[in-house]
C-alpha cells in the first residue's frame, strides 16, 4: 500500500537521507485503518505529522471527530488589550537586533532593509559596531539606551546570555522576541 503513494521514492532514501522503516509505516497504518471497525463511534481521525524514521514511526498528534459530537464552540472575541498586544509583535513599528556579527556578513540586520519601520542594533562588541553604522544602524550597548519602544527583537547569542537577554526585553515592555539558535554540527571522521 505505502508503494503506490506518489512519494513513494521519498521513503525509499532520498537525497542523503536513509530510507524509512516501511515495515513500521505500514504497520500504523493498518492499525489505524482498523479502528473504525473496532470503533465505530469514530467518524474522523487525523494523525499529523507522523514522523518516520529508520527505525520506527512516531504519531506526534491525533484528532479525533465522534459521530454525534458537537461542533467546537467558537472562540470567545479577543480583548481590546491582546489585539493590540498581537499588532504589535505582527506589525511593529521599531526592531531591534541583538548581537548581529560581521562573521555572518550582519545577516539579521541586512534581512531587515526592506523593512519600512526603524531598525536598530544592539552591540557590545566595539570591533562590530563600524560595521553596522555602514550599514546605516544607529547601535546602542543596551535595549534600555534606545529612544524609543521596541516591538521587535531578534537575537542569535549564544544560550548561556539569552536569559539576561529575555529579561532586558522584559525590563523595556519589548512586544516580542525571536531568539534564534545554531549548533555546530562536528564531522564523525
Known sequence: MVREIKGYPLLTGHRGQPAVDLDALEHLLLQ??????THPEI???????????????LAVDARIALHGSQLPVAPRPLSTTTRAA??????PKAVAVIGDKRAMNYLWLRAQSTFQGKTYSVQIDEREIPGIEALGVPNYKSLADIPEPIDYVMTAVPR???PRIVADCAAQKVGSVMLLYFRLLRSRR
Open 32 to 37: 489505524v485503518s482498523a479502528l473504525p471497525e
Open 43 to 57: 467518524k474522523e481521525l487525523d494523525l499529523n505529522p507522523v514522523f518516520a524514521y529508520t527505525k520506527g514511526c
Open 86 to 91: 498581537l499588532d504589535r509583535a505582527f506589525n
Open 160 to 162: 548561556q546570555v539569552a
